[in-house]
């Protein structure tokens, strides 16, 4: 527990807490400022992506191998898989600014359907493609060839890395309010 093995995913929370996603160990581990050995918070096969609600400390993490986004509590006890039948071997994910903390809305890198699409944590079976053909990779400027990760940036627009285009893309996103 003194080690990492094979990182694919890391977030840090407002305490500077490190989650660390270990791919080929299948677990998830919190590193606390200034510990010299981590504590393992989830375990799943081919952990990627990982974001943690900050409100109550629940963790949720990309499964590669299990096509799902899957998520735990603070003591590591498994609650619930999202988008089992829906996804393709999801890399990573970014919760949407502003969206309702209640059914947060994410946008899900499909890596290998190729595609980026918008669900909701509890409504995981409806989701919307916003870019990308399911199952058809391309290099045109609205398709992707296996995109692996996705941020919003301070203004609210969505950068995805497109990994076998070997490109980031930068969608704007378009804001309808006026300045006083």
């Not at 930068?170 to 006083?180: H, Q, V």
Request: hydrophobic content about 35%; charged content about 25%; overall charge negative.
């Amino acid at each position: 527990m003194n080690q990492i093995d094979n990182c694919w995913g890391l977030y840090v929370d407002r305490e500077f807490n490190v989650y660390v996603s270990e791919h080929s160990n299948n677990r998830v581990t919190k590193w606390s400022p200034n510990v010299e050995t981590g504590l393992i918070v989830a375990q799943l096969q081919k952990p990627i992506g990982i974001h943690v609600d900050e409100s109550n400390d629940d963790i949720y993490v990309a499964s590669y191998s299990d096509d799902s986004i899957q998520q735990f509590n603070k003591n590591g006890k498994f609650i619930r898989k999202i988008g089992k039948d829906v996804l393709n071997s999801p890399y990573d994910f970014a919760i949407m600014p502003g969206s309702d903390p209640m059914n947060r809305a994410v946008i899900v890198a499909d890596s290998e359907n190729h595609r980026l699409l918008k669900m909701h944590m509890n409504n995981s079976n409806k989701i919307q493609i916003i870019a990308g053909v399911t199952g058809e990779p391309d290099d045109k400027p609205n398709r992707f060839n296996e995109p692996r990760g996705v941020r919003f940036d301070s203004k609210g627009n969505l950068l995805v890395l497109d990994s076998n285009n070997s490109r980031v893309q930068k969608f704007l996103i378009m804001n309808n309010t006026c300045d006083a």
